[in-house]
């Protein structure tokens, strides 16, 4: 309304105004202002205002008034006429709308008393709730001692119902126990009285109160007749142990293992009853083994073919003994104690089922002790672990298995203690101390430690006795009667053929094993063979028929060592150096006995440098006859040495590999004559009696393809 004021105030001006009014006249306005000043102007300072003005420009209404020139004190008065009349024109307005302010006021009012009465209303139900909340705390309150209240009588009910059943005996259980016969329900009986009396035992709370009072007879009552009648039942089981040919492994898994809590029933109830029941299966099972494995061996001592005996060395003449001695023993059997032949394959049949004597028997055949020896420990595990395992499942102690096994254990030192004083055998030594190894490693392989304390004491008892064999047999070579021994024949001789079996059998057995002790001993052993084989070599009266011997025999050794396998190792390397030592001598003596004089012209004067002044020159006249007995009788002479040959080396093919040796050898001797003759002046005169090299080698050609 003041806008519109001031606008009316302005707008007759504006109309009246030209278009040069418009532009605003500073001095015009501050002219009216000087004129129409007050008596107070005199305090008013101007300084200043012009800027002031600068500075107001921008407002509408200033730029309004400046430009068009109007007076302050008119312009004020239009604004307080134009503030009259809309004050008047409000109060005018009000009148007319009176009736409805009237209206309005009384709607209030009634809008007043009512809020009043909704106040007053909302103030009862915040009372009320307030109220009800108190309730609800005091029911939650109620509500969580209820509930804990609850939560206790139950804990108290489950273990009272704990308790009663722990302690309650029932009717049915009274004559299970009393009545009843041992079979699975009486077991499970067994299980829950075993419950009721540990309760009654470990509870302390169980002790005070009045109840156990009332149960304490009945249980003890119930526990001495359970352990008579399972003690009844156990030693009538154990009695069926003893009855012969009973199957002691299918009655142990079949029927006592059906059992075994009543042992563990004793154990915990029943002490003194359960070392009754221990001691008299622990001598049920001592009795029965052992009678057991006495019967098996006596059944197996039958079977036994005796290898060996104390006359029974490499170095012992086989004439000397007694033919008595032999009797007993077929011949076919006698190069089994040097030789290990099919005796081998026992390593490989480790594992098979033991003998059973009386199949055995009936079919007449004897075996090596070492097949017996196999057998019978092959029982002895298989038995040893069935019942290991079965005292660990049925009674938890090991000490059981070992109060079980000494009667065995016993019986299998006694005959051990008889065997080993008379066994000579020291192949049969050897393979039982493999078999004994091997043992070891199936009961490893099985985890079953119960016989690892008798296998090494076994062990431990079969090396002395091996090594006591074979210093007898060392000794028999040190010790041996040379003139005894020797034959007058240049083919291997069986002390010999003897030893080399006798080595290639305990090289093969120890291919897979290694022992260095047995190494060192077969050292000894070959020392003194060497020292026996140049004495009886040296029995022979010409050196010839010496080296023949010795070749003879060092090659059969390296054949049989070969044939035994290829570990011959350092002995084979010591017999072919020896072998080709002695084959380099026996050609040189070979050659000598028939073209002795050429060898030697060769040897001490064509040897010499052409022109050397200590010797006296080569003639024609000196190697002519040389030249013409050799053309002569060449071909006849190789033809007597391979006839030496064929009839002196008892090896059909080391005689033409030394054959073939002699033969190139004369090659050479002969080859260094004909490069004399051509050094040798009017030697050419010679050449038409020289045998060609060509016709010397088709010769060689022609005994290399016999060979």
Not at 506 to 535: F, S, W
Request: some cysteine.
């Amino acid at each position: 309304m003041a806008e519109a004021a001031t606008n009316d105030l302005l707008k007759p001006e504006g109309e009246t105004t030209d278009a040069s009014k418009s532009v605003f006249n500073l001095g015009a306005v501050v002219g009216d202002l000087t004129i129409e000043e007050d008596a107070s102007s005199n305090d008013i300072s101007l300084e200043g205002l012009q800027q002031e003005l600068e500075e107001c420009k921008a407002d509408e209404v200033v730029a309004n008034i400046l430009s068009k020139g109007v007076k302050l004190r008119e312009y004020t008065k239009g604004v307080e006429n134009n503030l009259r009349q809309v004050e008047l024109d409000s109060i005018q307005e009000y009148i007319t709308e009176s009736d409805n302010l009237v209206s309005l006021h009384d709607q209030i009012r009634d809008c007043d008393v009512i809020l009043s009465q909704m106040e007053t209303l909302l103030g009862g139900f915040q009372v009320e709730i307030g109220s009800i909340s108190s309730d609800i705390k005091i029911l939650q309150e109620k509500s969580l001692d209820m509930g804990l209240k609850l939560k206790n009588r139950k804990v108290a009910e489950s273990k009272l119902a704990k308790f009663v059943e722990d302690i309650i005996v029932p009717p049915r259980m009274i004559e299970i126990i009393v009545d009843g016969e041992v079979n699975e329900e009486y077991l499970r009986t067994l299980e829950i009285l075993s419950k009721k009396l540990k309760f009654v035992e470990v509870d302390s709370m169980v002790k005070t109160s009045n109840a156990l009072k009332d149960v304490q007879p009945e249980l003890e009552r119930l526990r001495q007749k359970a352990i008579s009648k399972v003690f009844e039942f156990m030693i009538q089981k154990l009695y069926a142990l003893r009855k012969p040919k009973t199957n002691i492994q299918i009655l142990q898994q079949s029927i006592l293992l059906k059992y075994k809590y009543v042992i563990t029933f004793l154990k915990e109830h029943g002490k003194e009853i359960y070392n009754e029941v221990r001691v008299a299966y622990t001598d049920t099972m001592n009795k029965v083994l052992s009678a057991h494995f006495r019967a098996y061996i006596q059944a197996l001592e039958k079977l036994q073919l005796d290898i060996a005996g104390p006359t029974d060395l490499i170095g012992v003449d086989t004439r000397s003994t007694s033919l008595f001695s032999r009797g007993r023993e077929p011949l076919k059997n006698r190069s089994a104690i040097f030789a290990l032949g099919d005796r081998i394959n026992i390593l490989k049949e480790i594992d098979e089922p033991s003998l059973i004597p009386h199949i055995a028997e009936a079919s007449s055949k004897k075996y090596p002790y070492e097949v017996l020896f196999r057998s019978l420990h092959k029982l002895l595990m298989d038995t040893a672990t069935s019942e290991y395992v079965f005292c660990g499942d049925f009674f938890g102690e090991e000490s059981v298995f070992l109060d079980i096994f000494s009667g065995p254990f016993t019986v299998m030192d006694e005959h051990f203690g008889t065997i080993l004083p008379n066994c000579f055998d020291a192949i049969g030594i050897m393979l039982m101390i493999r078999i004994t190894h091997q043992h070891q490693l199936i009961m490893s392989r099985r985890r079953i430690p119960c016989l690892d304390s008798y296998l090494d004491k076994v062990n431990i008892s079969l090396w002395p006795r091996f090594k006591m064999i074979f210093d007898m047999h060392i000794n028999s070579l040190r010790n041996a009667n040379v003139k005894t021994l020797w034959e007058d024949d240049v083919h291997p001789h069986y002390v010999m053929r003897r030893y080399a079996e006798f080595t290639a059998s305990l090289i093969q057995l120890n291919v897979d094993y290694g022992d260095g002790q047995l190494d060192l001993n077969m050292e000894r052993l070959k020392m003194a063979i060497d020292d026996l084989l140049i004495k009886l070599a040296k029995t022979f009266t010409k050196p010839k028929l010496q080296t023949v011997f010795l070749i003879n025999n060092y090659d059969m050794t390296i054949a049989v060592l070969k044939e035994a396998g290829p570990e011959g190792g350092k002995i084979q390397l010591h017999f072919e150096e020896l072998l080709k030592n002695n084959t380099a001598v026996y050609v040189e003596e070979l050659l000598v006995e028939h073209f002795g004089n050429l060898i030697k012209f060769v040897k001490t004067r064509a040897s010499g440098e052409e022109g050397s002044s200590d010797k006296a020159a080569i003639t024609v006249a000196e190697v002519e006859p040389l030249v013409k007995d050799f053309g002569s009788r060449w071909k006849a002479a190789i033809e007597l040495m391979h006839g030496d040959v064929i009839t002196s080396f008892s090896n059909f093919l080391c005689g033409m590999e030394i054959l073939r040796a002699a033969l190139t050898q004369l090659l050479l001797y002969y080859t260094r004559l004909s490069d004399c003759m051509k050094r040798i002046a009017g030697g050419s005169a010679l050449n038409k009696d020289l045998v060609s090299i060509s016709s010397i080698m088709y010769e060689i050609r022609k005994y290399s393809r016999t060979f």
